[in-house]
């Protein structure tokens, strides 16, 4: 009884840091992903958008290969710009109040957008993860080809200072719909 009763705590053991996703790993410019699985080449740009301020900003911007070869851009989720940027403070602190990172689960990709909650962003405080799933609409006027759908949002169970450790409660359950 006590082997069998071990044996189920060290299963769960196991099976719940299985569960724990890390972000994709983007270096600074053109990364080349299969972004909607077809066997083209997308890409993901990272770069740095900065406005002479002590506190630049990275942004993603995704680029779909189309049937005919061809790339077509992805818009930010209700908004008519393309990149994703996050937003960081630097003064005394430096830290991101959002941001957005890319995670690989099951064959397919999800961005994460991460937005601190509160109303003092120098406070630890808990964290909006937005998981967006990739579509792709061939078919509807007016709707872009390919972007990225808000499928829900997630409260962290902690507070943290930079959203960016709030990424260690992502795991597969969450990006599961």
């Known amino acids: 009884m006590i082997n069998k009763v071990v ?13 724990a996703l890390s972000p994709v790993v983007l270096k600074d410019g053109i990364n080349r992903l299969d972004l909607n699985q077809d ?27 189309r049937p005919d070869g061809g790339h077509s851009i992805m818009p930010v989720a209700n908004s008519n710009t393309f990149t994703w940027f996050d937003y960081r403070l630097s003064a005394a602190a430096d830290f ?32 909006i ?15 872009p080809l390919y972007e990225w759908s808000e499928r829900k949002r997630v409260v962290t169970q902690n507070a943290y200072q930079s ?15």
Request: hydrophobic share 40%; net charge negative.
């Open 7 to 19: 044996g189920g705590l060290v299963l769960c053991a196991i099976s719940s840091a299985a569960a």
């Open 39 to 65: 066997g083209g080449q997308d890409y993901v740009v990272v770069a740095q958008f900065d406005n002479n301020t002590s506190h630049p900003h990275l942004g993603l911007t995704f680029f779909i290969q």
């Open 163 to 177: 959203v960016d450790e709030a990424y260690k409660e992502v795991d597969e359950a969450m990006l599961a719909k």
């Open 96 to 127: 991101l109040v959002q941001d957005n990172q890319l995670f690989l689960s099951g064959g397919r990709y999800f961005l994460v957008s991460a937005r601190k909650e509160g109303e003092n962003a120098f406070d630890p405080a808990k964290v």
């Open 129 to 143: 993860l937005t998981i967006y799933g990739f579509n792709s609409s061939q078919d509807d006027p007016g709707v």
